[in-house]
């Protein structure tokens, strides 16, 4: 068990640039979610597939945020035009899809935006 | 919708206990705790689910009221490894996503 593996662990980008980070979840997870943490706070949900289809979406999504998972394996988000808000800590977990099972998170992509 | 955690923060000394609080105003299937330290991931505790047992793990277990909709994480014995941040993440159904409280700080001294 490799754990979850996030890329990069930093990002430092210039306001309007694109960014876009993995995920790669513990390889017998089928489901993958996606979760943002600002500074003195809980993580906050965005999205989650399970193997390759994105079942929700958080209304913080704006338009601006997109994930991906095509073969139902690592996942990408990508955030568009990058505000001075976007700067969090960005964070992946899997877990098994039956009910009531643990999320596994990675270490993080911790996004700052110049 | 989010949960709610009390107390904010907790000063122990090595050795002592402490209880952590999580409360929803909605029906929970299940209620997840985290530890998190300074810079690194959330790390998984415990899970405990509608109907479930009352969980434990060496000095840490944890109990589950459905009826109020309450969990409480209890640490007894606290070592200073035991320092982070303490998250409650909720679920109303078996699937999906997890709700997180804003977290208890938890520092052990020596």
């Known amino acids: 068990d490799t754990g979850v593996s996030q890329n990069p662990r930093h990002k430092i980008t210039k306001r309007g640039q694109n960014v876009t980070f993995r995920c790669d979840p513990i390889?017998?997870?089928?489901?993958l979610y996606w979760y943002r943490q600002t500074l003195g706070q809980g993580p906050e949900f965005l999205t989650y597939f399970q193997n390759e289809a994105q079942l929700e979406k958080s209304r913080l999504l704006s338009d601006r945020f997109s994930a991906e998972r095509p073969k139902g394996s690592f996942s990408t988000l990508e955030i568009q035009r990058t505000e001075q808000g976007d700067s969090a800590m960005y964070l992946c977990?899997?877990?098994?899809?039956?009910?009531?099972?643990?999320?596994?998170f990675g270490d993080g992509t911790r996004l700052s935006i110049l | 919708q989010q949960p709610v955690q009390s107390p904010q923060a907790v000063i122990l000394r090595e050795g002592e206990d402490a209880v952590i609080n999580c409360s929803s105003s909605?029906?929970?299937?299940?209620v997840h705790w985290y530890r998190q330290k300074h810079g690194e991931a959330p790390v998984f505790l415990m899970i405990l689910l509608k109907g479930g047992e009352q969980k434990g793990h060496e000095k840490i277990s944890a109990s589950f009221n459905e009826k109020k909709q309450q969990s409480s994480l209890y640490l007894t014995a606290s070592q200073l490894s035991y320092s982070g941040t303490y998250f409650c993440?909720?679920?109303?159904?078996?699937?999906?996503?997890?709700?997180f409280g804003k977290g208890t700080k938890l520092s052990v001294k020596p």
């Open positions: 390889s017998e997870h089928n489901r």
């Open positions: 977990a899997s877990s098994l899809a039956s009910g009531g099972q643990p999320q596994h």
């Open positions: 993440g909720t679920q109303g159904g078996s699937q999906g996503n997890l709700i």
């Open positions: 909605k029906a929970l299937y299940s």
